[in-house]
C-alpha cells in the first residue's frame, strides 16, 4: 500500500513537473528513444534520438539546433555516412576552437573513410599534374609529375640539381642583369653602348 502511495505521488509530481523533467528522467534511466518525444529543445532531442541510434533523425534534429549543434552535427553526418559533411563540420568547429581535440580525432577517422580524391591538371602549363589527397594531408603535398621534363635540355629541377647550384648571388645578380641587358638591347629599349652621345 505505502509502495503504490509512493508510485502515484511519484506520477503526479513527474505531471506537475512537466514534460522536461519527465524526459530527463528517461534519459538519466537509459531511455532515451521515449525521451525524444517529449523533449522540444531540438540540440537535447537530437542527443537523445542520437542515443537510442536513430541517427537520422538525429541529424534532423541537429540541423534545426544551428550552430550550436555543428560538433554534434558532425557526429550525425558521420553515422549516417556523409563523411564529406561531416569533415567540413569538424573542420568548421576546428576553425572555431583550434584546441578542441576530440573534434580534431573524429575529423582524421572521418577523414580516413573519405576515399583519395584523384585528379588531373588542366595540363595549361607545361607540367601534367595529378593530385593525389591523402587522410590528414594536402593534395598539394602528393603531386606527381607527369609528361615532358622541366626544360628541353632534359634537365628536370630537382633537389639534386639545386644542391649543384652555386651559393653564390652575387654572380646570379650578375649573370641576371646581363640577361636583362641583353633582352633589352634586343628590344630597342636600350642605345648600343659607346659612341658620341652629341
Not at 23 to 31: D, F, M, S
Not at 39 to 59: C, E, F, K, M
Not at 180 to 197: A, I, N, V, W
Amino acid at each position: 500500500m505505502i509502495r503504490a502511495a509512493f508510485a502515484v505521488a511519484g506520477g503526479a509530481a513527474l505531471l506537475l513537473a512537466g514534460r522536461a523533467s519527465l524526459a530527463k528522467l528517461l534519459l538519466v534511466a537509459g531511455l532515451p528513444g521515449l525521451a525524444a518525444p517529449l523533449l522540444d529543445d531540438p540540440a537535447v532531442r537530437g542527443v537523445a534520438l542520437y542515443q537510442a541510434g536513430d541517427y537520422a533523425a538525429a541529424d534532423d534534429a541537429f540541423r534545426a539546433a544551428g550552430r550550436g549543434s555543428t560538433y554534434n552535427r558532425g557526429l550525425s553526418l558521420a553515422a549516417t555516412g556523409d563523411y564529406p559533411l561531416s569533415r567540413a563540420y569538424f573542420d568548421a568547429v576546428l576553425f572555431a576552437n583550434p584546441a578542441d581535440s576530440m573534434a580534431r580525432e573524429n575529423r582524421n577517422v572521418v577523414n580516413a573513410l573519405i576515399p583519395p580524391v584523384l585528379g588531373q591538371a588542366n595540363a595549361a602549363g607545361r607540367i601534367a599534374a595529378e593530385a593525389i589527397a591523402t587522410s590528414g594531408g594536402s593534395p598539394v603535398d602528393e603531386i606527381k609529375r607527369l609528361g615532358r621534363p622541366l626544360d628541353a635540355g632534359r634537365r628536370v629541377a630537382d633537389a639534386e640539381w639545386l644542391a649543384s647550384l652555386p651559393d653564390d648571388p652575387g654572380e646570379f645578380l650578375r649573370l641576371r642583369l646581363e640577361a636583362e641587358h641583353k633582352r633589352r638591347l634586343s628590344m630597342g629599349l636600350t642605345p648600343p653602348e659607346g659612341g658620341d652621345p652629341w
